[in-house]
């Protein structure tokens, strides 16, 4: 059981990493393109029109789905009235957001907001119709149909964006490309799932649910709020073209992050929910992920960093150059990520919720003060500002989960990083050589940018083989074991 178990954890993060890394890849093709053709002011306003909806979205599911998950039993009493909870929640969510329009239209001198609105904000109705049966594929571990459904509805919405930039839709392409996602993927899972609301709903149910759940609501509101709040301050007291810079520096730097981010927490939340009472197991699994993350993510996050201008340069118009400060300098928390986030879940899994409502609240305190220093400096100051407070959530979210898998200690973490960071360190040293190289031989930048890509991957790789890495060996015995084996 142990080992089917502990199976189907490393093939969920592989299926859901794979999506996540072949639509973050995706969307950077299809992101490179609208760039080429929209403006940094329209950027800016999407970024500020759909920040409301990426803070309140919580809200609609109000934690039911992660306490579904939880769950021992589930029955379709239970399915049934969180769905309609959600339904009823996601339709006076809208009309709220609607009705507010106007007035932030005015806060930020953004007229186009009113009439963006009403279009973009369906996407929170749309997306509570699919809540339920998101909630049951992570709660049977399927995650190739969920990781195929996303990328089927990433591909087809990147495709109406590019359509509709082209046919000088402008800052429409963008809310083309958002409601898009939802819609599909949306269609998607209720043609694959054999779930259907019953005409059943239980108020002690939700009532169970909701104790558990409103403290990870509270903890994801707040998080959203203090996540999005950069744009919204950035909007107010900067220009819109300076929101468009920061913002495309923070979504490129995201393409990986939240990516695997997204991957790594459904399903570890599922698999370390069924491990809670064996500490062991629990801190050996979590171990495991996090060295496969950490191996992945340096390489990727210091490599961005890298070739962050030869990017812009090559493939986008010069007037988006000075978004790439913003991208190196945010892509530094992307390096923090893997331990904060399964720390976060492991604290997840083994707390009630009332550990998870003070550490969020000391966690934002920290942020409170680091956003009121930065925010009247610069753009750039907010940027580092971010980097700072990514470094104090990793910290607090590992000394907690330490309270329940006491094996999770901050310094063996480290520990465990080193190799990967110094191997990361030698490949970027590579590839600035390369650079170095290139300039001095008058290589086109084209071709010094690809073989930056090209070689700093097979030089990563190569010393990941010499030196024997943990986390190599587990990549690819994950990799073999996806292969088509010969029959004798």
């Given at each position: 059981?142990?080992?089917?178990?502990?199976?189907?954890?490393?093939?969920?993060?592989?299926?859901?990493?794979?999506?996540?890394?072949?639509?973050?890849?995706?969307?950077?093709?299809?992101?490179?393109?609208?760039?080429?053709?929209?403006?940094?002011?329209?950027?800016?306003?999407?970024?500020?029109?759909?920040?409301?909806?990426?803070?309140?979205?919580?809200?609609?599911?109000?934690?039911?789905?992660?306490?579904?998950?939880?769950?021992?039993?589930?029955?379709?009493?239970d399915y049934s009235s969180v769905f309609y909870v959600n339904i009823v929640i996601s339709l006076a969510l809208y009309g709220s957001l609607v009705a507010i329009a106007p007035a932030c239209a005015r806060f930020f001198s953004a007229p186009g907001f009113v009439e963006i609105a009403p279009i973009l904000y369906l996407l929170i109705p749309i997306n509570s119709f699919s809540n339920i049966q998101n909630a049951i594929l992570q709660r049977s571990m399927e995650f190739r149909n969920l990781s195929l459904y996303v990328?089927?509805?990433?591909?087809?919405?990147?495709?109406?964006?590019?359509?509709?930039?082209?046919?000088?839709?402008?800052?429409?392409?963008?809310?083309?490309?958002?409601?898009?996602?939802?819609?599909?993927?949306?269609?998607?899972?209720?043609?694959?799932?054999?779930?259907?609301?019953?005409?059943?709903?239980?108020?002690?149910?939700?009532?169970?649910?909701?104790?558990?759940?409103?403290?990870?609501?509270?903890?994801?509101?707040?998080?959203?709020?203090?996540?999005?709040?950069?744009?919204?301050?950035?909007?107010?007291?900067?220009?819109?073209?300076?929101?468009?810079?920061?913002?495309?520096?923070?979504?490129?730097?995201?393409?990986?992050?939240?990516?695997?981010?997204?991957?790594?927490?459904?399903?570890?939340?599922?698999?370390?929910?069924?491990?809670?009472?064996?500490?062991?197991?629990?801190?050996?699994?979590?171990?495991?992920?996090?060295?496969?993350?950490?191996?992945?993510?340096?390489?990727?996050?210091?490599?961005?960093?890298?070739?962050?201008?030869?990017?812009?340069?090559?493939?986008?118009?010069?007037?988006?150059?000075?978004?790439?400060?913003?991208?190196?300098?945010?892509?530094?928390?992307?390096?923090?990520?893997?331990?904060?986030?399964?720390?976060?879940?492991?604290?997840?899994?083994?707390?009630?919720?009332?550990?998870?409502?003070?550490?969020?609240?000391?966690?934002?305190?920290?942020?409170?003060?680091?956003?009121?220093?930065?925010?009247?400096?610069?753009?750039?100051?907010?940027?580092?500002?971010?980097?700072?407070?990514?470094?104090?959530?990793?910290?607090?979210?590992?000394?907690?989960?330490?309270?329940?898998?006491?094996?999770?200690?901050?310094?063996?973490?480290?520990?465990?990083?080193?190799?990967?960071?110094?191997?990361?360190?030698?490949?970027?040293?590579?590839?600035?050589?390369?650079?170095?190289?290139?300039?001095?031989?008058?290589?086109?930048?084209?071709?010094?940018?690809?073989?930056?890509?090209?070689?700093?991957?097979?030089?990563?790789?190569?010393?990941?083989?010499?030196?024997?890495?943990?986390?190599?060996?587990?990549?690819?015995?994950?990799?073999?074991?996806?292969?088509?084996?010969?029959?004798?």
């Open positions: 059981m142990a080992s089917e178990l502990k199976n189907k954890v490393i093939k969920g993060v592989a299926w859901s990493t794979i999506e996540k890394i072949c639509s973050a890849l995706l969307q950077l093709v299809v992101s490179l393109v609208l760039l080429s053709l929209l403006s940094p002011e329209d950027y800016g306003l999407m970024a500020i029109v759909a920040a409301f909806p990426a803070i309140l979205m919580p809200l609609v599911d109000s934690g039911f789905s992660q306490a579904l998950i939880r769950k021992k039993e589930v029955d379709d009493v990328l089927v509805a990433n591909a087809i919405s990147s495709g109406v964006a590019i359509w509709m930039a082209v046919e000088g839709w402008g800052v429409w392409a963008l809310v083309g490309q958002r409601l898009g996602v939802v819609i599909v993927k949306t269609a998607l899972m209720w043609l694959g799932s054999r779930w259907r609301p019953k005409w059943l709903f239980s108020m002690d149910r939700i009532k169970g649910m909701f104790r558990y759940g409103s403290r990870i609501l509270l903890s994801d509101l707040v998080s959203n709020v203090y996540y999005q709040i950069s744009n919204l301050f950035i909007g107010k007291f900067y220009t819109k073209a300076d929101l468009g810079y920061y913002d495309r520096g923070n979504k490129i730097k995201e393409m990986p992050v939240t990516s695997t981010i997204m991957a790594v927490l459904n399903v570890t939340f599922s698999a370390f929910s069924r491990q809670k009472e064996d500490k062991v197991k629990l801190y050996h699994n979590a171990r495991k992920v996090y060295i496969i993350w950490a191996f992945v993510m340096f390489p990727l996050m210091c490599g961005l960093i890298a070739v962050a201008e030869d990017m812009f340069r090559v493939l986008l118009p010069e007037v988006w150059l000075p978004a790439v400060p913003y991208l190196r300098i945010l892509s530094l928390a992307g390096l923090l990520a893997p331990l904060s986030v399964i720390s976060f879940n492991l604290v997840k899994v083994c707390d009630d919720g009332n550990t998870i409502f003070r550490i969020e609240f000391i966690k934002k305190l920290i942020a409170t003060a680091i956003l009121a220093i930065t925010i009247p400096i610069s753009v750039e100051a907010i940027a580092w500002g971010q980097v700072a407070i990514f470094v104090s959530d990793m910290t607090i979210n590992c000394l907690t989960a330490k309270r329940y898998v006491t094996d999770w200690s901050l310094w063996g973490r480290a520990k465990d990083a080193l190799p990967y960071l110094a191997v990361t360190a030698l490949m970027v040293a590579f590839v600035w050589a390369l650079g170095l190289a290139g300039a001095a031989l008058s290589v086109p930048l084209w071709v010094v940018f690809v073989a930056k890509i090209l070689l700093g991957a097979g030089f990563y790789a190569l010393l990941s083989e010499l030196l024997h890495l943990e986390a190599w060996r587990e990549v690819k015995e994950i990799i073999i074991g996806y292969m088509p084996r010969r029959k004798k």
